[in-house]
T-cell receptor
């Protein structure tokens, strides 16, 4: 079992839909990252959180430390949101490992 | 502040050759991580350096090696290239590797390596 699991692997939705991508992890963490990778390859950090909720524009990230679960939501989705969304966790042991999820490929159709 | 830079951006090599890729982190960042991304695969973690020391290593063969210099610049070397090494190699830098905002990862544009 992977230490960081994302679901779904692939998601296709219509423009305007509310999108939820999930990330579950099995290790103790000091922080969780959500990143976005566009088809051209560039990766951008969206959020880094260790508790609660963060919002940036139409993107919302939440984390539940007790349940070891985080969600990334996109409101009023748009075709330009089409990308791979990746969850990664930084472990809280002395190695401070960064463990990556496999990513969720999101396609928003106009 | 300049972002993470990687050189070269594109590289074509033949099987059996070796290659060295370079990554310059954001000024002041002390951690550099390297990743391999092949078509259809997610990011595969190669290694992470912090203050010239390798802190973490992924599951890659010994042909993949790296180092970090005192100015935090990092190089990655792949020896005896195989066709399967064709990939986008990404590096990311962060201020620190401990918890908190300091470990936000900033990615470079990547080096696309093609092995013929």
């Amino acid at each position: 079992k992977n230490e960081v699991e994302q679901s779904p692997q692939n998601l296709t939705a219509q423009e305007g839909e509310f999108i939820t991508i999930n990330c579950s992890y099995s290790v103790g963490i000091s922080a969780l990252h959500w990143l976005q990778q566009h088809p051209g390859g560039g990766i951008v950090s969206l959020f880094m959180l260790s508790s609660g909720k963060k919002k940036h524009g139409r993107l919302i990230a939440t984390i539940n430390i007790q349940e070891k679960h985080s969600s990334l939501h996109i409101t009023a989705s748009h075709p330009r949101d089409s990308a791979v969304y990746i969850c990664a966790v930084r472990t809280q042991d002395s190695n401070y490992q960064l463990i990556w999820g496999a990513g969720t490929k999101l396609i928003i159709k106009p | 502040k300049a972002g993470v830079t990687q050189t070269p951006r594109y590289l074509i090599k033949t099987r059996g050759q070796q290659v060295t890729l370079s990554c310059s982190p954001i000024s002041g960042h002390r951690s550099v991580s390297w990743y391999q991304q092949t078509p259809g695969q997610g990011l595969q973690f190669l290694f992470e350096y912090f203050s010239e020391t390798q802190r973490n290593k992924g599951n890659f063969p010994g042909r993949f090696s790296g180092r970090q210099f005192s100015n935090s610049r990092s190089e990655m070397n792949v020896s005896t290239l195989e066709l399967g090494d064709s990939a986008l190699y990404l590096c990311a830098s962060s201020l620190m590797i401990t918890g908190g905002l300091a470990n936000e990862q900033f990615f470079g544009p990547g080096t696309r390596l093609t092995v013929l």
